[in-house]
Antibody, heavy 118, light 106 residues
Framework: VHLVESGGGLIRPGGSLRLSCATS????????LNWVRQAPGRGLEWVAY????????YYAESVRGRFTISRDNVQNSLSLRMTSLRAEDTAVYYC????????????WGQGTLVAVSS | IEMTQSPSSLSASVGDRVTISCRAS??????LNWYQQKRGKAPQVLIS???SLQSGVPSRFSGTGSGTFFTLTITSMQPEDHATYYC?????????FGQGTNLEIQ
């Protein structure tokens, strides 16, 4: 199982960015997925969830209305569209697979850094 | 659901027994998971559903609890256990994490 994030970078406040998570080694369409972020020197913050079919989506209050999670079950990829970016969105963003009825995060990517600064 | 860990930092010697607590602001049944994160790395799951040890995780790690109070125990601290530990509830979204416990070697 591999998850590899990409798309991070330096962006000005108010800007937009799209993160991607490429996956391999498992039946992508069978698993729900999440984005989790970690601001520099801070703890983990769950950001968004998408079910295996894409029909159920949840967001953290801090990003609702600004971020959009989506998936492509043909390309085996996960995305996070981020708009109206703020300095407080600066973080390493991880994609993580959820497993089982308990939906714990069993595999994580290495993360991609998003820095929001003027 | 708010997750509160204690302590936020801890220093232990090799061979010590270490216990980290996690309290949920409401009942989360057994939907409690523990992760370990080493510096500069992605988190890794240690324990799911309160007490299910993940494959490859040493047996010195164990978890207990139910409802709102949970603990992670390391029976004999090892140098490689130097890391930050997070609890997380997967009972209902948002799937909140505790603030983390930084475990250092004394």
């Amino acid at each position: 199982v591999h998850l590899v994030e990409s798309g991070g970078g330096l962006i000005r406040p108010g800007g937009s960015l799209r993160l991607s998570c490429a996956t391999s080694g498992f039946t992508f369409s069978s698993y729900s997925l999440n984005w989790v972020r970690q601001a520099p020197g801070r703890g983990l913050e769950w950001v968004a969830y998408i079910s295996s079919s894409g029909s159920t989506i949840y967001y953290a209050e801090s990003v609702r209305g600004r971020f959009t999670i989506s998936r492509d079950n043909v390309q085996n990829s996960l995305s996070l569209r981020m708009t109206s970016l703020r300095a407080e969105d600066t973080a390493v963003y991880y994609c993580a697979r959820a497993y089982g009825g308990n939906a714990y995060f069993d595999f994580w990517g290495q993360g991609t850094l998003v820095a929001v600064s003027s | 659901i708010e997750m509160t860990q204690s302590p936020s930092s801890l220093s232990a010697s090799v061979g010590d027994r270490v216990t980290i607590s996690c309290r949920a602001s409401q009942s989360i049944s057994r939907n409690l998971n523990w992760y370990q994160q080493k510096r500069g790395k992605a988190p890794q799951v240690l324990i799911s559903a309160v007490s299910s040890l993940q494959s490859g995780v040493p047996s010195r790690f164990s978890g207990t609890g139910s409802g709102t109070f949970f603990t992670l125990t390391i029976t004999s601290m090892q140098p490689e256990d130097h890391a930050t530990y997070y609890c997380q509830q997967s009972f209902s979204p948002p799937y909140t994490f505790g603030q983390g416990t930084n475990l250092e070697i004394q």
